[in-house]
């Protein structure tokens, strides 16, 4: 079931993210995040409290989460998207985490699919996310569920970590 967090949350939510990073530190990284940097509690602690953290759970345990918001950080101004919208008018996926050993059992598309499925209940006209240039699995999976690259710019995420971010769009009334 996929929900908004509640308080209780949280902290399984930062044990998601830390399992992530402690695997990418071993195996190699997609999302270019830094343990102990981005993304940490405090990210899933300021996202619950703006009621923007939605959680998959299975089993009574934390699958995934995300963060769904209208916030466009700087690099999407430099992109030339193809969809205009007011920012109101635009849902932003941030920071979908699944854990390794959750990893290839199509969490990832439930995610984005609810994801999806809230942009048309608030209203919104398109759908926008971000990822690392080099993750090619979250970039496969976006573009499987009818994303359109739409740019790419260096960025300075979370005003924390250097990167090269690609973007995509999706126009809802497409679906």
Not at 15 to 22: F, V
Not at 57 to 70: K, R, V, Y
Not at 164 to 172: A, P
């Amino acid at each position: 079931m996929i929900r908004r967090s509640t308080k209780e949350d949280i902290a399984a939510v930062a044990d998601t993210y830390r399992e992530l990073l402690l695997y990418e530190k071993e195996h190699g990284s997609h999302s270019n995040w830094v343990l102990d940097v981005y993304p940490t509690k405090a990210v899933a602690e300021k996202s619950h409290e703006e009621g923007t953290l939605y959680v998959l759970e299975e089993d009574g345990e934390i699958s995934a989460s995300m963060i769904l918001n209208h916030y466009q950080s700087e690099g999407y101004k430099r992109i030339p998207w193809k969809y205009p919208a007011a920012p109101e008018e635009v849902l932003v996926l941030h920071t979908l985490c699944i854990p390794p050993l959750k990893a290839g059992k199509g969490i990832g598309k439930k995610m984005v699919t609810y994801a999806l499925k809230r942009a048309r209940e608030l209203g919104c006209k398109v759908m926008r996310l971000d990822t690392h240039f080099d993750n090619e699995p979250a970039a496969g999976l976006y573009k499987k569920l009818g994303f359109q690259y739409a740019g790419s710019t260096d960025v300075l995420l979370e005003g924390l970590i250097p990167e090269k971010q690609i973007f995509f769009e999706l126009k809802l009334e497409e679906l």
